[in-house]
């Protein structure tokens, strides 16, 4: 394997990726209604998503290891010390950046934190992990990423937002589960192994692929009419529309037999974009 492949893989795996896209999607929701960065916070996001992206792979590997599907973590297991090791420092690093958040925030986190807790542990009330329940795996992917991202850089609750924040919200959260869907697709085989059902072990990979399709198109339909209607302005809407026709384009031409990298960089990269669009706009359209 060649070096630069060794470190794209790591990269992938270890969780740094996806931690750097969520933190810029949050980074997005600042810059969208121009609100003043928390820092601390983007920083937390970064490192939290790493931490536990790291762990779920480490787990996933273990499980799966010694059956049949354990050549789709080949990687995990050249590997698996490196990512430990990138992942004890994302720990360290996610335990410190906490307590500099405000109360506020702390606060704010606790759906999100009892959520990723109960998507990994059993609860006892119901002798299951929340994301063994039926069909509700990516519905509880997507309440965590729409909670960090979104609702508590915008005002922590949902109930206290305006029309504006709503509408931004509900837009993040549909795409979310856009985006998302084409990884249960990937992971039908795993999480049927790991006892998890989800909508492609009901409708097909082929239903599934076609409602992902219809909501990006829809997206994109729906930010044209906010566009007409003045309710974002012309860089704001450009943003989003370009990264829906990405999504698009990108979940368009996956196919099946999809290497787990484009899976990871291509699809988890899509929610850097709207924030590096975003500012490209603002570089371009500069005078000089």
């Known amino acids: ?70 050549f789709k ?36 986190l606790l759906i999100p934190f009892a959520i990723s807790i109960g998507y990994v542990v059993e609860i006892p009330v119901i002798g299951k992990k929340l994301k063994e329940l039926p069909y509700v795996k990516i519905f509880l992917i997507v309440i965590v990423y729409v909670w960090v991202t979104a609702v508590i850089p915008l005002g922590i609750s949902p109930f206290f937002l305006g029309n504006d924040q709503m509408i931004f919200i509900f837009v993040i959260a549909l795409y979310v589960f856009g985006m998302a869907l084409p990884f249960d697709i990937r992971d039908e085989d795993f999480d049927y192994e790991s006892g998890v059902m989800t909508l492609v072990h009901v409708w097909g990979k082929e239903k599934v692929k076609t409602l992902s399709l219809r909501i990006l198109f829809f997206l994109i339909g729906f930010i044209l009419l906010m566009a007409y209607v ?21 979940v368009f031409t996956l196919t099946e037999n999809a290497n787990d990298l484009y899976f990871s960089f291509c699809l988890d990269g899509t929610l850097a974009l709207f924030f590096i669009v975003y500012h490209s706009y603002t570089v371009f359209s500069t005078p000089g």
């Open 73 to 108: 973590f080949k990687p995990l297991s050249d590997f698996a010390r490196p990512i430990m090791f990138l992942t004890a420092i994302a720990f360290t690093g996610t335990c410190i950046a906490f307590f500099t958040l405000s109360k506020e925030i702390m606060i704010g």
């Open 230 to 250: 003045g309710q974002w302005n012309f860089q704001e809407c450009f943003s989003l529309l370009a990264v829906f026709m990405i999504t698009l384009y990108t």
């Open 1 to 70: 394997m060649k070096i630069w492949r060794k470190w794209f893989t790591l990269y992938i795996y270890s969780g740094i990726h996806i931690g750097l896209c969520v933190s810029l999607l949050t980074a997005y929701t600042y810059v969208f209604f121009q609100i003043d960065y928390e820092f601390d916070f983007l920083i937390f996001t970064g490192l939290a998503t790493w931490c536990i992206y790291g762990i779920h792979s480490l787990k996933g590997y273990r499980k799966v290891k010694d059956s049949h599907l354990a």
